[in-house]
């Protein structure tokens, strides 16, 4: 079902940065987009090699990885099932998984935090499962991101990605030192209190001075937004042509754009932004953004 896709960059007209590129892997597919595509590559792969038919995963009621694991199973002729944390709602975003064929289960909150438990109980009933955590965080994920690094120039000085469990993040630093580059990671919590992706990178590859976290941009949550963020879309958005989304990538530009008001980079210096997609979440804001 996966193939090499190599997904292009894209010069942004700044009037601060000259070198301001973006990667764009919100292009490698509609549905299947961006670091999701990334992550998945070697899940689905794993999965395969141990025989099972049946991904069994978790997430929110507009999670993208919810609707990417489900368009990845439906073509690759597997079986998938997500536990969808809180109450039973109808969205876009799962009509899309159920559109594809995946099973949902709603779940309670307290009872989701367990996640482990909600697998056991649930594989002891069903043949063939595999468990695919939340974001879809694996080594086999961060396998997959490392390998961004692969197609970036080797002039980098700063690459920038939004971050919500981290797993795209480790990937890009494992990428960085197996490469031997000097670039900065610069690493954006899309949740409050996000220094706690320092330690979730610290579970695939060894942390060091090259990892920066800017935690001042999450905009009071994960999926939280204010008026100056959604402005930011808005004005981005018109100025470039490229969608962004109020969950991640907005707030990835919104800081790349504070730091160079503020004068952080130098002259210069090249600097990359991922575009990790995950477009479908504008559909929960469009209320917002018209």
Not at 66 to 81: D, E, F, I, N, P
């Amino acid at each position: 079902m996966f193939t090499d896709l190599y997904s292009p960059l894209q010069q942004l007209r700044h009037a601060r940065l000259s070198q301001l590129w973006i990667k764009r892997d919100d292009l490698i597919d509609p549905y299947i987009s961006g670091n999701k595509w990334r992550k998945l590559k070697y899940i689905l792969e794993d999965a395969s090699t141990k025989g099972k038919n049946h991904l069994v995963t978790f997430g929110g009621a507009y999670s993208n990885h919810l609707v990417a694991t489900a368009a990845a199973a439906s073509r690759s002729g597997l079986k998938a099932t997500a536990f969808v944390r809180g109450e039973q709602v109808n969205n876009e975003m799962l009509v899309l998984c159920s559109l594809y064929g995946m099973e949902l289960i709603f779940t309670d909150r307290e009872t989701y935090k367990d996640k482990t438990a909600c697998y056991t109980a649930y594989a002891e009933k069903h043949a063939d499962t595999y468990f695919i955590d939340e974001g879809g965080a694996s080594a086999e994920a961060v396998r997959g991101c490392a390998e961004i690094i692969t197609e970036l120039p080797g002039d980098t000085a700063h690459l920038f990605c939004a971050a919500g469990t981290g797993t795209t993040a480790a990937g890009l630093l494992q990428g960085i030192q197996k490469a031997g580059l000097t670039a900065k990671l610069h690493v954006i919590p899309v949740l409050k209190g996000g220094e706690f992706i320092r330690d979730e990178i610290a579970q695939y590859v060894p942390v060091t001075d090259q990892l920066v976290l800017h935690t001042d941009y999450h905009f009071g949550g994960y999926a939280k937004t204010k008026p100056d963020l959604l402005k930011f879309i808005r004005d981005f958005t018109a100025a470039h042509g490229i969608l962004i989304d109020p969950v991640y990538t907005a707030k990835l530009f919104f800081a790349i754009y504070d730091l160079a008001e503020k004068n952080y980079f130098r002259e210069g210096e090249k600097i990359i932004a991922l575009h990790t997609g995950g477009l479908l979440g504008i559909m929960g804001m469009k209320d917002k953004l018209i």
